[in-house]
């Protein structure tokens, strides 16, 4: 089994709808994958204890309902993800752990379905074990052994000797759950309990640095105790050194999966004669009859035992402080390099911004152009020329000629002559910053020149046409048109009678729509010289052509015959 399953999934996809943060953060770091937690999520969860608007109950719940499913890799996980909090969050998420009634209840554990699942239900049980028990030293002690103070004026060192006596059995308590993980190298085969088992030989380098500086103080304490203390003291050093076998156990166990021989503390064991010297004095309390040694013999031997443990407890703060010198550097690097990252990105976003506003400022040179080449295109449209001789009567017109086929009785009135382009018109050149060929800027600039000249050019027609005559409904050879009185006379020449129009010719590029209406234009009175004189009265136009719309506004409308009353 490798990857987040589609359960994991859907799960942190729920947690993103609901907007929790924390659960989903949660979810990320206790997947089905078959590996340690990442530790991005895990320095997410360690910022939200340092955080005081954060829940840390709901954080806390959380995590015991991940140790519900029946995997072993999210129980596990989970457990992992707990333990990791415990060392480096706040402490308020430990003291919450240890107001709690109950913790993990992992005790009947088992993951029958998959293909790990036995032996890694018996490591999930011990974990579980040895995390309830810190949580509940921390309860009894109110204070954390992996994180007091240490050394000469360390906690336990200066600690007096009741409360000596009653803390170090909580510290043999939570040393023996955590040795109690009996994991051998061919068993730590994957990266979930790998995870689990360095943070275990962390805890344990710390533990038991503040277990031998408590030791250490009690056999200096020992000779002034009374018979009860010192009867108290002596089982506690008796199972002290068996500690220490059961603990190199351990680091050898660390040293054989790769754990850096730096890091792993040398055991120093204390000399047999000690625990003689110490039998022998609770004896003498007694009132039993033993060889007792002198004082100066005593003195020896326990200077001797209180400088090999010394050496033993310099050489656990030494391992101790180097993994935190490790830890804090490796921090470091990360943090370095989150921040190269960080400005790597905003150099992109920088460029990003750039050429967006070189892309922005190339537009607008390109639409300006697009202005002014579109005001030329309208510039060099064709004029309309209009024999006005012909329609006021200048030119000679016989009108007893009869019409005859082809000829215009409106005398090219609503004949309009186009130029005929073979090309379609060249849009002005840019007259702006040298652009490149590769250039975005110019290839949106040729698109849209294209697009243009295109247009222009569909819309112009390449073909001379007539207005075709329409048959007069009133009139003919002999009609006149009426005078007016008015001092000035006007005598427009008469027309010749319109021929028969030919078909309809259809127009490129023009859909015909067939309508017959009339339309009027009202009177518009002429102020001359002699007042305001009504001077022509112009009769309705009517249609029965399909009406067709020229590109030119200036040109006639088609199907439509001029009267002149």
């Known amino acids: 089994m490798s990857g987040q399953s589609i359960t994991d999934r859907i799960a942190a996809a729920q947690h993103s709808m609901t907007g929790s943060a924390i659960s989903k953060a949660v979810c990320k770091a206790t997947t089905h994958e078959v590996s340690g937690p990442k530790k991005k999520h895990l320095d997410y969860l360690i910022y939200c204890t340092n955080e ?10 959380t995590l015991f309902e991940r140790t519900t499913n029946s995997s072993w890799v999210v129980v596990f996980k989970a457990l992992i993800t707990t333990h990791h909090i415990m060392m480096y969050g706040n402490e308020r998420f430990i003291q919450y752990l240890a107001s709690r009634n109950t913790l993990f209840n992992l005790n009947n554990f088992l993951d029958k379905g998959a293909l790990q699942g036995y032996d ?26 992996t994180k007091m103070k240490r050394g000469i004026d360390g906690v336990m060192r200066t600690m007096n000797t009741e409360k000596l006596i009653k803390t170090l059995p909580i510290i043999q308590n939570q040393l023996d759950a955590l040795l109690d993980f009996q994991a051998n190298p061919n068993e730590l085969t994957n990266g979930v309990i790998n995870a ?32 009860n203390q010192c009867k108290d003291a002596l089982d506690i050093y008796k199972k002290f050194l068996y500690r220490m076998t ?13 754990i850096d021989q730096g890091d792993i503390p040398d055991l120093t064991q204390a000399p047999s004669s000690l625990l003689e010297a110490l039998e022998q004095h609770l004896a003498s309390l007694e009132g039993k009859k033993t060889k007792e040694l002198s004082a100066d013999n005593r003195a020896n031997t326990l200077s001797n035992a209180v400088s090999s443990l010394s050496n033993t407890g310099m050489s656990f703060s030494f391992s101790s402080s180097r993994m935190d010198e490790k830890e804090k550097q490796q921090a470091l690097e990360e943090e370095q ?41 309208m510039a060099s449209m064709p004029t309309m020329n209009v024999d006005f001789d012909a329609v006021f009567g200048t030119k000679a017109s016989n009108s007893d000629v009869k019409p005859s086929a082809g000829y215009d009785a409106l005398g090219d009135l609503l004949k ?70 008015s ?28 309508m017959a209406f009339p339309m009027t234009t009202p009177q518009v009175p002429v102020y001359g010289m002699m007042g305001g004189v009504p001077v022509m009265t112009q009769q309705p136009m009517l249609y029965n052509q ?19 009353m």
């Open 487 to 514: 001092t000035t006379a006007w005598s427009p020449a008469p027309l010749p009678p319109a021929a028969m129009p030919p078909a309809a010719m259809p127009v490129p590029h023009m859909a015909p729509a067939p």
């Open 416 to 485: 309009p002559t186009v130029t005929v382009h073979t090309q379609a018109p060249i849009m002005a050149p840019h007259t702006g910053s040298k652009l490149l060929a590769s250039d975005l800027d110019s290839s949106l600039a040729n698109l849209v020149g294209s697009e243009l000249s295109l247009h222009v050019f569909a819309c112009r027609s390449d073909m001379q046409w007539t207005q075709p005559g329409e048959k007069k409904l009133t009139g003919g050879t002999n009609w006149q048109s009426k005078t007016m009185s």
């Open 120 to 145: 890694m239900s018996t490591f999930i049980r011990r974990y579980s074990r040895y995390l309830n028990e810190k949580a509940l030293s921390y309860r009894l002690v109110a204070v954390d052994f």
């Open 246 to 258: 059961k603990l190199s156990e351990f680091l050898k166990v660390a040293e054989q999966v790769g």
């Open 52 to 61: 005081m608007n954060v829940n840390v109950p709901q954080l806390a719940d």
């Open 546 to 564: 399909p009406v067709l719309r020229p590109t030119n506004p200036f040109t006639p409308i088609p199907g439509a015959q001029m009267q002149f």
């Open 196 to 227: 689990a088992f360095m943070l275990l030989f962390k805890d344990s380098i710390r533990l038991f640095a503040a277990y031998n500086e408590g030791v250490i103080n009690l056999l200096e304490k020992y000779f002034d105790m009374k018979k």
């Open 337 to 377: 390099s989150r921040l190269q990252a960080l400005k790597n990105q905003s150099k992109w976003w920088q460029l990003a911004r750039k050429k967006v506003m070189y892309t922005s400022m190339c537009m607008c040179v390109l639409l300006s152009g697009l202005e002014s080449s579109t005001l030329h295109p």
